[in-house]
């Protein structure tokens, strides 16, 4: 019985997708079913990670207290962050909240909500090492797949060569390991891996641009939108996301 309520579980959803490739679930299909479907990264401390098995971090609790305040249940579904664009067309998850950033070519592609947090991109490299865009010239730098790093080290003057890994993880090891000169990610995620790993010998330097930080969501479901804003704009106005962001970065990092 319960091999089938698995089977059954498993299958559906996906018979759905195929019966109705382009079809986004609007607000009244998310509310009738009761559950909502968000989708992250789970390996960008402490904004989405893992705690052993369990999903946790800033983006989880928020997305938590939204749909908490929609009534809704939250079923989370874990997505490589250079496949959660994509895979939101096709529909496998109402939003995807793993701190995207607000950029115009992404938004071709998706609406973002209102923003959770405003941030900066910002350069990490040893101690006595290539701090600032300017020392980057001739230094290897290394960032995370599709992100906004990746974008804005582009256009760092005379770089040698920008790397790319899947995950942020991956690239604080290649710097620790002398691999690459320079990491380029975000300044909360730095300063929190940084006090994690006191005695890397790397320093956060030069923060390179600023960031608005939202879920995003497919294209035209304004309802859900409005719906999942007018949440994150009371839970704001309680002090509730304000909160959160004390518990993990002791401070306040929503915009203003
Ligand atoms: N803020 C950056 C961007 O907008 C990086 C986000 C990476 N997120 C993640 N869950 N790894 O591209």
Redesign the pocket.
Known sequence: MRFLTKLLSAVIPLSLVIAAPAQARDWNAIKDSGTIIAA??G??YP??YFEGPKLTGYEVDVAEAVAKKLGLKLEWRVVT?DAQLASIRQDRFDFAI????FTEERAKAVDFTSPHYCTGGQIAAPKDGALTAAALNGKTVGV?LA???YDNAKKIPGLKELKTYK??PEVFSALKAGKIDAWIS?KWLIKATLEKNPDAGIAAGEQLFV?R?SAIVRKNNKEFVDKYNQALAELIKDGSIAALSQKYFKADITCR
């Not at 793993?98 to 950033?101: M, P, Y």
């Open positions: 992250t990264e390996a960008f904004f989405n962050f793993a701190s995207h950033g995370q992100t906004s790093y995950a942020d975000d960031e930080v």
